[in-house]
């Protein structure tokens, strides 16, 4: 080889220059995405809101102050409304701004940790049944039916109105429930990926089968998890605030958005923003959470990796 081929083969052709990193292809996906860009700023928001409550709320959740019950929000045209409390107060005298900034942080709370409690049992059945198959997977899918015989809802109220009500029990309870999702889409994944020819040069090369799921299996199905515990966070926070709705989820005086909405119930056609501001928070937490997780699918789905 001579000095001048070398030379030509060291210098990048055009394509080579003008190609984009594959971090910056990833990039331009992410931030590209309608969803996932709406979903990530509201979720975000959300967050901080939650994190930050303790630092920019006007006063405390729990501080009762009947002489300014029923304060308007600021956006009403009424002489009581004042910028002390721009979002009103409720029927006891509570800041609502306050009680939403706080009820943030139960409203995550309860979504992350039954998503995870939930997405543990689900993923862990899931994988087993799809890797091994036979009589395990017989036994996952018996497991599997007697769950979706049950209705969620009203397993989730028997047992919160026999156990008792707390922060507590709604969130074993809920992750307990909902984690049937995870394990029907965790089976499917691992049967499509058990079959590729990594996994089967893995076993030839005689790799334990818990190095198997967790090195080759868990990588390729990892994108499939995150979206489905997006949609089941979503899904526990409904949960929460239907049985705190209904009196058995989070107890009073805790700021629930839930329980917001349950509390303000008979004032719905004289103060309809009591239920509308809780009412628009759970919507806008539910949705932003959904948007992410459609746009995660969309980024991470095969055909869009290129």
């Known amino acids: 080889m001579t000095d001048a081929t070398i030379g030509r083969a060291s210098v990048p052709t055009a394509q080579e220059i003008l190609e984009p990193s594959p971090g910056a292809m990833l990039r331009r996906r992410i931030f590209g ?19 930050l409550a303790g630092v920019i709320s006007p006063g405390d959740p729990y501080d009762q102050v009947l002489d300014r019950k029923l304060i308007p929000p600021v956006w009403f045209d009424s002489p009581k409304a004042t910028w002390e409390h721009p979002f009103g107060t409720d029927a006891l005298g509570r800041d609502y701004l306050t009680r939403l900034f706080y009820g943030a942080r139960i409203s995550l709370l309860i979504g992350f940790s039954a998503m995870l409690i939930s997405g543990i049992i689900g993923t862990t059945l899931g994988v087993l049944a799809g890797y091994f198959g036979g ?3 017989m036994v996952v899918n018996f497991i599997l039916t007697t769950r979706l015989s049950l209705p ?5 109220l028997a047992v ?14 809920l992750g307990l429930l909902i984690w049937d999702r995870f394990a029907v889409v965790m089976r499917s994944a691992t049967q499509q990926v058990r079959n590729l020819e990594f996994v089967a040069a893995a076993q030839a090369l005689g790799c334990s089968k818990t190095r198997i799921i967790m090195t080759e299996i868990m990588p390729n199905i990892v994108n499939h998890l995150t979206v ?60 932003s959470i959904n948007l992410l997780g459609d746009g995660i699918r969309d980024v991470t789905a095969p055909e869009n990796r290129n």
Do not use: N, Y
Not at 152 to 156: G, H, R, S, T
């Open 135 to 137: 009589r395990v997977d």
């Open 33 to 51: 995405h309608a969803g996932i860009v709406i979903g990530g700023f509201v979720l975000l928001v959300i967050f901080l809101m939650a994190l």
């Open 228 to 287: 489905v515990a997006t949609l089941e966070m979503a899904h526990a926070i409904l949960l929460e605030a239907a049985l705190s709705f209904l009196g058995l989820g989070v107890q009073p005086p805790e700021p629930s958005w839930g329980l917001m909405v349950s509390e303000a119930k008979g004032l719905m056609f004289f103060d309809a923003w009591l239920i509308t501001i809780p009412g628009a928070a759970i919507f806008a937490l539910v949705l």
């Open 152 to 156: 969620v809802i009203l397993v989730a």
């Open 160 to 173: 919160v109105s026999l156990v008792g009500s707390s922060l507590t029990v709604v969130i074993w309870v």
